[in-house]
């Protein structure tokens, strides 16, 4: 099965074995970001990335204009580490890093947890991309892609044992759609994929035939 066939699965599995009240509150959400218009109205094709400086698990301090210059970006917002459907695709993305790079291209991803859980995200897969620590997702709501959790989302992450704004060193409830994006050199985004549901997400091969077309123009 490809990335999207495999995501699917996982969701229908999920949701056949979740209560009703977490279904209900899982479902009610995604609707409302739908209604908000937060994927549709975020970074898109043809705009402009903006400039990002953020800690990577290496330790290192990760700078967008230092990426760029070294050739086109794949750039994945995830919602944690927490998120099974961003633990399928973050392995995804780190088996497709060979053919991005043989592309002239970085892969990066950036998470909305602190530094030490995205330390500890990035060991336990043992990434071999730079995963990036977003706190209070700063620079995720400067790309316009972040939400503020409903109260009965709220109630069943904490259900859950998980306190998001603990998680992100923040004092709101919040989180970003889950989106991946194509940024050429001049940091001019030339594929976008944002979705209010998140078990959705392109294939690498999308993002490879981007990187494809761009290095073909060139």
């Not at 991005?100 to 998470?111: D, F, K, P, Q």
Request: aromatic share 8%.
């Amino acid at each position: 099965m490809n990335l999207k066939q495999t995501l699917q699965a996982l969701y229908e599995e999920h949701t056949s074995h979740l209560e009703p009240f977490f279904r209900d509150a899982y479902d009610s959400d995604v609707e409302r970001v739908r209604m908000l218009r937060v994927a549709e109205d975020g970074l898109g094709v043809g705009d402009y990335l903006p400039d990002f400086e953020l800690q990577g698990a290496d330790g290192k301090l990760w700078r967008s204009g230092e990426l760029l210059d070294r050739g086109p970006l794949v750039l994945a917002f995830f919602r944690g580490g927490w998120c099974p459907y961003c633990d399928l695709t973050i392995s995804a993305l780190d088996r497709a890093r060979p053919a991005i790079e043989a592309l002239g291209a970085s892969a990066v991803g950036v998470m909305p947890e602190t530094i030490e859980r995205v330390r500890e995200a990035a060991r336990l897969r043992q990434l071999s991309f730079p995963l990036l620590s977003d706190p209070r997702n700063e620079f995720a709501g400067l790309c316009g892609l972040t939400y503020e959790l409903s109260p009965d989302h709220v109630a069943a992450h904490l259900k859950r044992g998980r306190d998001l704004p603990q998680m992100h060193g923040d004092t709101k409830w919040r989180l970003p759609v889950p989106a991946v994006f194509v940024v050429e050199p001049s940091a001019r985004v030339v594929f976008a994929f944002s979705d209010a549901e998140p078990s959705r997400w392109p294939d690498p091969e999308e993002l490879i035939a981007s990187l494809n077309a761009l290095s073909e123009a060139a």
